[in-house]
């Protein structure tokens, strides 16, 4: 679907570039960049740069810069371009057959909001009209969305990246350690929660239902997080798991 996108964008003049957030770099961005068979720049984001350096807190999230560099609307949820409506959608396959937990998930995640034709809408307009857009924010706008980080989300990116140069190096108990201090100074993030449970060798059951395979400091015999993504969404809310789209 990016792909896509880009084939209608890039004749207007403007270019899509897409980065793989993961920890496993390349081992576990390329098989989805291949599968897209992506001619647009698709890059590697191993320690999750787009994070400290954007803002990036979930996926997908887009930054729209312009033709001096300069960005014009800093990181925010960027759902894909809109489907094609049917008038009768077929109903998901085999789902009774799934897992109890996964069925669960796919029910939560069926309740996320986005507005892809609101966000799409603003995007043309702005490939199209660049600066004279209404969608594309001041420089004051811009500063003003992108303040200065705290004390604790600068600490709480550093464990990440120290987490996920441990995970690289194999240090699994030390890569726990970082990630659960990065999960609690930077709570809001959905990207640094989701990097660390991907991480686990999850079963069908879900992860409540298995045991830490080796030995942990502080929960030696269970899941070494405090959440997981079925138990924090039904906590957040789905409807709150992408910041709606403001427009201007």
């Known amino acids: ?29 390329a098989p989805a960049i291949q599968a897209a068979n992506a001619a647009h720049p698709s890059l590697i984001d191993t320690h999750h740069q787009m994070a400290s350096l954007f803002g ?21 949820s960027a759902p894909p371009p809109p489907a094609p409506v049917s008038e009768e ?4 396959e085999g789902l009774d057959a799934l897992p109890a937990r996964m069925q669960a998930i796919m029910v939560e995640a069926s309740q996320i909001q986005s507005d892809p034709a609101a966000y799409h809408h603003a995007l043309m307009d702005w490939v199209e009209q660049g600066e004279a857009s209404e969608f594309a924010l001041s420089e004051a706008a811009v500063i003003e969305r992108s303040k200065p980080q705290s004390d604790d989300r ?27 201090a990065a999960h609690a100074l930077v709570p809001d993030s959905w990207t640094f929660r989701r990097q660390a449970w991907s991480l686990e060798p999850v079963d069908a059951a879900g992860p409540f239902a298995r045991f830490w395979q080796g030995p942990h400091p502080d929960r030696p015999e269970a899941w070494p997080y405090e959440g ?3 138990s924090d969404i039904r906590a957040e809310g789905p409807a709150n798991y992408y910041d709606p789209f403001s427009g201007k």
Do not use: Y
């Open 1 to 29: 679907m990016w792909q896509a996108l880009r084939e209608t964008i890039r004749p207007k003049g403007a270019e899509l570039i897409t980065v793989g957030m993961d920890t496993l770099g390349a081992a576990g961005c």
């Open 56 to 76: 990036v807190v979930n996926i997908p999230q887009a930054i729209w810069i312009n033709e001096e560099g300069m960005i014009v609307r800093p990181a925010e």
């Open 89 to 92: 959608a077929p109903a998901p």
């Open 154 to 180: 600068a600490r709480g990116h550093a464990h990440f990246e120290l987490a996920s140069e441990a995970a690289t190096l194999g240090r699994k108990d030390l890569a726990v350690k970082h990630f659960r």
């Open 228 to 230: 997981d993504w079925l």
